[in-house]
T-cell receptor
Framework: DGGITQSPKYLFRKEGQNVTLSCEQNLNHDAMYWYRQDPGQGLRLIYYSQIVNDFQKGDIAEGYSVSREKKESFPLTVTSAQKNPTAFYLC??????????FGSGTRLTVV | AQKITQTQPGMFVQEKEAVTLDCTYDTSDPSYGLFWYKQPSSGEMIFLIYQGSYDQQNATEGRYSLNFQKARKSANLVISASQLGDSAMYFCAMRDRGNQGGKLIFGQGTELSVKP
């Protein structure tokens, strides 16, 4: 079945450590997105990519980085510059104008 | 600027009754799409229903229908015959041509609790 796989489901980060969240899709979608969700809040866009080897900052890109070397993969790195990284992270892909599909998410906690 | 507003942080409904979740939006683009998603406690986002700005009829998908009032810029979700499994967070979202790369803009969400 086609879909988006996010891993790991839970991730713990120490202060000053970089961590990478994985997002893989087999839907052949061109566009991919990373969203952050804080408790009781809606989703906010971190980064998006419309095509391989190209990506754009979203509304809250500071402290995050991404790459898009393959159409299927859009990993997100949470760097030590992100001061409050504890949140739920959702990856999505899209075949515009409709067809957004979300992964099951990664819960990141700073310890 | 584009914006989605959900004014009901939490709602309660009795099982088997209908419930309406409110959503208002703001955009200057005449071409846009409105989405509703369900997010259970597991965190996944489940697509429920879509309404295009040029669609002549209100969208329906099983027990879900969208009350689209274009002049009032509202896109309320109606769930008929509520079930215990409907208890979740519900998000209204919008995409228009002005959005970066087709991103969705989300409201703050409404937490729906279905009582037996």
């Amino acid at each position: 079945d086609g879909g988006i796989t996010q891993s790991p489901k839970y991730l713990f980060r120490k202060e000053g450590q970089n961590v990478t969240l994985s997002c893989e899709q087999n839907l052949n979608h061109d566009a991919m997105y990373w969203y952050r969700q804080d408790p009781g809040q809606g989703l906010r866009l971190i980064y998006y990519s419309q095509i391989v080897n190209d990506f754009q900052k979203g509304d809250i890109a500071e402290g995050y980085s991404v790459s898009r070397e393959k159409k299927e993969s859009f990993p997100l790195t949470v760097t030590s510059a992100q001061k409050n990284p504890t949140a739920f992270y959702l990856c999505a892909s899209s075949s515009l104008p409709y067809g957004y599909t979300f992964g099951s998410g990664t819960r990141l906690t700073v310890v | 600027a584009q914006k989605i507003t959900q004014t009901q942080p939490g709602m309660f409904v009795q099982e088997k009754e209908a419930v309406t979740l409110d959503c208002t939006y703001d955009t200057s683009d005449p071409s846009y799409g409105l989405f509703w998603y369900k997010q259970p406690s597991s965190g996944e986002m489940i697509f429920l229903i879509y309404q295009g700005s040029y669609d002549q009829q209100n969208a329906t998908e099983g027990r879900y229908s969208l009350n689209f009032q274009k002049a009032r810029k509202s896109a309320n979700l109606v769930i008929s015959a509520s079930q215990l499994g409907d208890s979740a967070m519900y998000f209204c979202a919008m995409r228009d041509r002005g959005n970066q790369g087709g991103k969705l803009i989300f409201g703050q969400g409404t937490e729906l609790s279905v009582k037996p």
